[in-house]
């Protein structure tokens, strides 16, 4: 069964920093794109970043390129978010999702970020 | 505002079929095949329901089909059950342009 788990979520303060962990299992993980999305309180989803297999293609969105890292350790079957200088509006809920050619065939249950002073 | 256009609300009797559309353009829907569909509950993570446009991942009913004209994707949901109940999401790939993959803003479908 594939699985997909979440941490390191957590009220953080305007500017700060925050890294998210995702521990894989159920699947080839060495084997597979993943992506981070996420889900601002009451409001819909937005695509975060996505990661090659071996860590050497990367792609983000805008409003987070030079904010934030996704990284990955295969050895771990884990994949990361490091988030740096963080805003009001990157409170939200973030899901690590296994990713096919742009489709998100498994989530995981989210992680909340909230940064507020 | 989302790349991709939803109706903010759909809505059908149990039993009934409702069809629920998302509008992009030649750079995103219209440029590629890769169109998929979210059911999300409440507190819940989103669900694949479809892919590929119109490809059903293993355990999901019959009952949910996708399809694609020109920039318009569309998800139909026949035979209304009370737990289809949810927000649906569409989303695209859209290039290796940013954004990679782009979402409708999410239909919320009730069953009356």
């Known amino acids: 069964e594939v699985q997909l788990v979440e941490s390191g979520g957590g009220l953080v303060q305007p500017g700060g920093s925050l890294r998210l962990s995702c521990a894989a299992s159920g699947f080839t993980f060495s084997s597979f794109w993943m992506s981070w999305v996420r889900q601002a309180p009451g409001k819909g989803l937005e695509w975060v970043a996505n990661?090659?297999?071996?860590?050497?293609?990367?792609y983000y969105v805008d409003s987070v390129k030079g904010r934030f890292t996704i990284s990955r350790d295969n050895a771990k079957n884990s994949l990361y978010l490091q988030m740096n200088s963080l805003r009001a509006e990157d409170t939200a809920v973030y899901y690590c999702a296994r990713t096919l050619m742009a489709t998100l065939y498994y989530w995981g249950q989210g992680a909340l970020v909230t940064v507020s002073s | 505002q989302s790349a991709l256009t939803q109706p903010p609300s759909a809505s059908g009797s149990p039993g009934q079929s409702v069809t629920i559309s998302c509008t992009g353009t030649?750079?995103?829907?219209?440029?590629?095949?890769?169109v998929s569909w979210y059911q999300q509950h409440p507190g819940k993570a989103p669900k694949l329901m479809i892919y590929e446009v119109s490809k059903r991942p293993s355990g999901v009913p019959d009952r949910f089909s996708g399809s694609k004209s020109g920039n318009t994707a569309s998800l139909t949901v026949s035979g209304l059950q009370a737990e289809d109940e949810a927000d649906y999401y569409c989303?695209?790939?859209?290039?290796?342009?940013?954004?990679?993959?782009?979402f409708g803003g999410g239909t919320k479908l009730t069953v009356l």
């Open positions: 989303s695209s790939y859209a290039g290796s342009n940013n954004p990679y993959v782009v």
């Open positions: 990661i090659k297999q071996d860590g050497n293609e990367k």
């Open positions: 030649s750079s995103d829907i219209g440029g590629y095949n890769y």
